[in-house]
């Protein structure tokens, strides 16, 4: 499967303030997805981030606050913008793969984020 | 009703025990289904997936699928301490990597020595 990173893997930010969230694979990817996962909670589906479009966003998530690139196939970044302490979580980026046949994602390493 | 339904645990077994873990889902259209698995402070990690009905083993894992009762479960043979993790199920409505996955809130397991 391919290899994912996350930058920065844990961070701290006041209130009003945004945090630009990096997700690098080290092959070309169609599909990036990124999630929320809050505390003691499952991931929940932020958006879907295909090269050369504008991300897809699920219910309840909206693009001016939670901006997405996808630059190339293999980068793509999540901004948290405004954020208060409800936007602590872990953010994770995820990839559409099929190493052995069957399409299913993998997932990064995830973004720490407590919003004083 | 939640799309994809676990019990969210904790399920307590004894270390070489067979854990049995399962899940319900909502959209009788599910083509893919997974189970992640997620040690605390870490990130979910693949370890099985399944599409066909019937069952699916690799090493000590069995994913069994029964789409007409919805159902899908994990069995865990010979338990260890280290599968002691939070499990969870997905489910996807496509078999392509641009399907969106949607996850149960899991299933806290602890393997007791």
């Known amino acids: 499967s391919a290899v994912i990173s996350q930058k920065p893997s844990r961070d701290i930010c006041q209130r009003g303030t945004s945090l630009t969230i990096q997700c690098q694979v080290d092959?070309?990817?169609?599909?990036m997805f990124w999630y929320r996962q809050q505390p003691g909670q499952s991931l929940t589906l932020i958006a879907t981030a295909n090269q050369g479009s504008e991300a897809t966003y699920e219910s309840g998530f909206v693009i001016d606050k939670f901006p997405i690139s996808r630059p190339n196939l293999t980068f793509s970044t999540l901004t948290v913008s405004n954020m208060s302490p409800e936007d602590s979580s872990i953010y994770l980026c995820?990839?559409?793969?099929?190493?052995?046949?069957?399409?299913?994602?993998?997932f990064g390493p995830g973004t720490r984020l407590l919003v004083l | 009703q939640k799309e994809v339904e676990q019990n969210s645990g904790p399920l307590s077994v004894p270390e070489g025990a067979i854990a049995s873990l399962n899940c319900t889902y909502s959209d009788r259209g599910s083509q893919s289904f997974f189970w992640y698995r997620q040690y605390s402070g870490k990130s979910p990690e693949l370890i099985m997936f399944i599409y066909s009905n019937g069952d699916k083993e690799d090493g000590r894992f069995t994913a069994q699928l029964n789409k007409a009762s919805q159902y899908v479960s994990l069995l865990i043979r010979d338990s260890q301490p280290s599968d002691s993790a939070t499990y969870l199920c997905?489910?996807?409505?496509?078999?392509?990597?641009?399907?969106?996955?949607?996850f149960g809130s899991g299933t806290r397991l602890s393997i007791r020595p």
């Open positions: 092959s070309q990817v169609t599909m």
């Open positions: 995820s990839v559409g793969q099929s190493p052995t046949g069957g399409e299913t994602q993998y």
């Open positions: 997905a489910v996807s409505p496509g078999y392509s990597s641009a399907s969106k996955i949607i």
